[in-house]
């Protein structure tokens, strides 16, 4: 029989993923549930990445990004959501809170980043 259980916030599982973009743990793949969540804070940019193994969803809870996927720019708000497919190249940038599921979990071996920056034109 499968039980409820309830996720906390934790600051000792709070990282600096890099500068302007943290990141709160909340489940993660040792926990075995087949995907992670994670709640991401963001006031600036991420280059672009993919996920060779996880589909990625991103709902911002706050604020307001863009992401940028291949040819496409896509602008969300607070209250919207975007999925990426895994092998899809990405970036975003913004000053939002979201709520970020990968699924499978997420492993980091499966993330490259690019040294690509967003350029706008």
Same mark, same amino acid.
């Given at each position: 029989?499968?039980?409820?259980?309830? *996720? /906390?916030? #934790?600051?000792?599982?709070?990282? !600096?993923? @890099? $500068?302007?973009?943290?990141?709160?743990?909340?489940?993660?793949?040792?926990?075995?549930?087949?995907?992670?969540?994670?709640?991401?804070?963001?006031?600036?940019?991420?280059?672009?990445?993919?996920?060779?193994?996880?589909?990625?969803?991103?709902?911002? *809870? /706050?604020? #307001?990004?863009?992401?940028?996927? !291949?040819? @496409? $720019?896509?602008?969300?708000?607070?209250?919207?959501?975007?999925?990426?497919?895994?092998?899809?190249?990405?970036?975003?940038?913004?000053?939002?809170?979201?709520?970020?599921?990968?699924?499978?979990?997420?492993?980091?071996?499966?993330?490259?980043?690019?040294?690509?920056?967003?350029?706008?034109?």
């Amino acid at each position: 029989m499968s039980k409820a259980f309830k *996720i /906390c916030y #934790n600051p000792s599982k709070s990282i !600096e993923v @890099e $500068k302007n973009y943290i990141v709160d743990n909340y489940l993660s793949k040792e926990d075995n549930m087949g995907y992670s969540i994670v709640r991401t804070h963001l006031n600036g940019s991420h280059p672009f990445m993919k996920n060779t193994c996880s589909n990625r969803t991103y709902y911002l *809870i /706050c604020g #307001n990004a863009t992401f940028y996927l !291949e040819d @496409e $720019k896509i602008n969300l708000s607070e209250g919207e959501m975007i999925v990426i497919p895994k092998d899809t190249k990405y970036a975003f940038q913004g000053k939002f809170d979201a709520i970020l599921v990968d699924g499978p979990a997420f492993e980091a071996e499966n993330d490259i980043i690019y040294d690509e920056k967003i350029v706008e034109e």
